[in-house]
């Protein structure tokens, strides 16, 4: 059991004697568990709790059973280099290791996870449409359920998740102003949850263009949300409307 232990990347000074219950101890995967319920109570995002369970729950598998007090550098290590072939992105990765390291800070303090060699990652370029490009964009989808949507962001440069967080009331469009204060983002049991903004600065009261307040007027029903699409509907619909127009 000893030689298997060893050869598994168990420390020496960390296999417990002859007798000595291994069973009894924590698991990562106990751990991550219970951290992820700390991070409920600290009422996190339900956007950021959904990802945390996701880590909690599926990202290390392969070390879950471990006890926590013989957890060592090799064994994580492994764990990183098993999700990067399995195509985890460097910043998918980066988050599962914040993660844990974020639940190993009481538990096991000697384990400096900066020491881990990570994917670094390329920074990817943002396409952003010309303005000819953008009047084609708009044509397209006018009279059609992305046509505001679109606006807000053209004209705005409201996030999805802003986007649909929005209701009517928040808009005065005889003032010409629109409050940002809300957004809609997908909870940890998967449903669309409404959330305050991401950051303080992000509750904010926006000027509306003059061009923008006839497409609002004429868009205003009676449903108390400016539209019914979900920020994943919005990307999806949003990118057929490119690839119709040729222009991924």
Known sequence: RVHRLLAEGYSVDLIPKPGEDMGGSDTVGSLLEMWLDTCRVQQLSPSTLRQYAVI????????????????????IQAAVNQRY??????????NEIAFLNSALKQARPDLRL???????????????????????????AEGGPMYVPICLAA????RRSEICGLRWNDIDLKGRTLHVHSALVRGE???????GTKTRAGDRILAIPSALV???????GIDPRV??????????????????LELT
Request: net charge positive.
């Open 56 to 75: 909690a729950k599926k990202s290390f598998s392969s070390i879950a059973s471990v006890p926590v007090r013989v957890l060592t550098l090799p064994m």
């Open 114 to 140: 900066d020491a881990l060699r990570l994917p670094t990652g390329t920074r990817q370029k943002i396409a952003i449409p010309s303005s000819e490009d953008m009047i084609r964009i708009l044509e397209a």
């Open 189 to 195: 049991s998967g449903t669309y949850v409404a959330k």
């Open 155 to 158: 004209f705005m440069g409201l």
């Open 85 to 94: 072939k399995a195509g985890r992105s460097p910043k998918t990765i980066r």
């Open 214 to 220: 006839p497409i609002l007027a004429n868009a205003r």
């Open 227 to 244: 539209t019914q699409l979900t920020p994943a509907a919005i990307t999806c619909r949003y990118e057929e409307i490119l690839a119709a």
